[in-house]
């Protein structure tokens, strides 16, 4: 997939090949952080006093790395979208003239909140054992930084399988969208077989890369609860991408009038 060329960007099966390799990122930053205790102070605003800034440690850590990343135009790819869009600076780097792939105003699909929200509600607890190590609460906190990103790249790239469907069915999707027929649109999105094809990839995948093969007959030799994984796909990855998706659609022609 270049994104340079449009063609590459919208062939569905190049989109699905970055989907699956996003699993690997996924599951291996997931590995990283289930080394460290849950850490619940630094997802508190106000648990980690930080000078004139109102939000938790991780929020301001998050926040710092993608003012530093967007200085060298991180954020003008089609495929990222930044959790703190209204502090990014301009980039350094010179722009690049990406040619459009998506409708004019895709980053106002933007469910960076809600994944934040389930990650530390959920898969946290999920994949870390209780308690808190001041120690190694930065280590944690970047661990947390690198699980957002690659969680939210992945919801987000829904707005490219949305895309690529619409120019398939350009002519039903276009009569749903004018009628507003949402759970229309859930339907043509959904696809139960591929689902449940990536649901029995990740377990595999979280059971291979979560072992060490040295360790086989300890009982801890576990570094990622596979189940929680999976459940974290089914329960919270792909229905939030297909409703990435769903928004996507409702103002895909928004541009036409």
Known sequence: MDFLRPDTVMDLSNIRAVLIRMEDTIVFNLIERAKFPRQPSSYQKGGIAIPDFDGSFVD?????????????????????????????????????????????????????DRIKDFYVSDIVPSICPEGERKEN???????????????SRRIHFGRFVAE?????????????IKAKDMAGLDAAITNSVVEKQVLARLK????????????????????VDADAVVAMYENWVIPL?????????????????
């Open 60 to 112: 301001w850590i998050l926040r710092e790395e993608e003012i530093v990343h967007a200085k060298v135009r991180r954020y003008q790819s089609p495929d990222e979208v930044p959790f703190f869009p209204d502090d990014l600076p301009e980039p350094i780097l010179p722009p690049i003239s990406y040619p459009p792939v998506l409708y004019p105003h895709p980053n106002k699909v933007n469910v960076n």
């Open 137 to 151: 609460i930065g280590s944690s906190s970047l661990c947390d930084v690198e699980c957002l990103r690659s969680l």
């Open 164 to 176: 690529s469907k619409f120019l398939m069915e350009r002519e039903t999707m276009t009569a749903m």
């Open 204 to 223: 595999k995948k979280a059971e291979t890369y979560g072992i060490d093969p040295n360790l086989m007959s300890s009982p801890n030799h576990k570094k």
């Open 241 to 257: 991408t297909k409703e990435v998706e769903v928004e996507y659609l409702l103002h895909r022609l928004d541009q036409e009038g």
